[in-house]
């Protein structure tokens, strides 16, 4: 069965997104920029296009972190480097990372159309995504096509989290939900910062909204919200696909696919964003 347009897409960008989050060369560029540890340069990355915020707007922007985990990391990393010296590092660990594993494949076609993309995220009501596509476009290519990735796996996020909100779910919720379906609660729990404690409660909550059975497996009603939300998730996405055009789009595929395909080798299988393989389905 072929995925939807917007879906497909995201299987392409978000392993070049990615590799700011699981190469050795990100974690070294941060590291160089004063933010030892994954979880300094994590914090630290993401949320330096919002500028030295404190911990409370990327508890909500980020949704599914515990809330203790974000504040061990902010604002102290803000006294470590500052926003600018992190995008600085996050953008030239990406860039690195891109040209070992791309391996000189061409790439500025690729980065034209996925920039031009990026540039039709509509970002009302999606804070993540307008902070990164309020950053210069980077003329060299791998770190346009870094940057375009970057705007585009916020903008579905932002939407995502939106869609999770109307149903009435908060952070721990949707993981616990996940974990019932597809996902591990292994990989997500740690991950994420929650205690078993919360972790529990979350679990409690799903089984009294008739989302989890008695030994904790998802439920029919539980699976259909799941393809709702993800329709849902869609849809949001939707917009820069349309704005592009189906023709252009349809040229991107092509270029994109194999670079999707060699920035996924350094990605974990389990993962706690739950990438699947890149898009393999013609």
């Known amino acids: 069965m072929s995925l939807p347009i917007a879906r497909r897409m995201w299987t392409m960008f978000e392993p070049l ?10 974690r070294e560029h941060f590291e160089a ?15 330096a296009p919002l500028g030295p915020v404190d911990a409370a707007p990327v508890i909500a922007s980020f ?24 995008l600085k590092a996050r953008q030239a660990g990406a860039v690195a990372a891109l040209a070992r594993l791309l391996d000189g494949q061409p790439v500025e076609e690729a980065a034209d159309l996925l920039a031009r993309a990026a540039s039709h995220a509509h970002t ?13 476009v980077p003329d060299e ?32 919720d949707a993981l616990a939900w996940r974990t019932s379906m597809d996902l591990s609660r292994e990989v997500l729990q740690p991950a994420r910062g929650w205690t078993d404690e919360e972790w529990e409660e979350a ?24 393809r709702d939300i993800e329709a849902v998730t869609d849809r949001a996405a939707q917009r820069p696909w349309d704005e592009l055009g189906t023709e252009a789009t349809q040229r991107l595929i092509t270029v994109l696919k194999p670079l999707a395909q060699a920035a ?19």
């Open 33 to 47: 920029a004063g933010l030892r540890g994954f979880w300094r340069g994590y914090f630290a990355g993401r949320c």
């Open 203 to 226: 679990v409690l909550r799903l089984k009294t909204r008739g989302w989890l059975d008695i030994e904790g497996r998802a439920t029919a009603l539980a699976s259909e919200a799941h």
């Open 17 to 26: 997104h990615d590799v700011t989050y699981f190469t050795p060369e990100a």
């Open 63 to 86: 949704f599914n972190f515990a809330p203790a985990t974000v504040r061990r990391a902010l604002p102290d990393v803000w006294s470590r480097a500052t926003p600018e010296a992190a």
């Open 141 to 172: 290519p791998l770190a346009k096509l870094w940057h375009a990735a970057t705007v585009l796996r916020e903008h579905r996020g932002d939407g995502h989290v939106a869609a999770l909100v109307a149903w009435e779910l908060d952070g721990c």
């Open 264 to 282: 996924y080798r350094d990605i974990p299988n389990y993962n706690p964003i739950g990438l699947p393989s890149p898009d393999l389905n013609d």
């Open 124 to 136: 009302a009501g999606r804070v993540l995504a307008a902070a990164n596509q309020a950053l210069p």
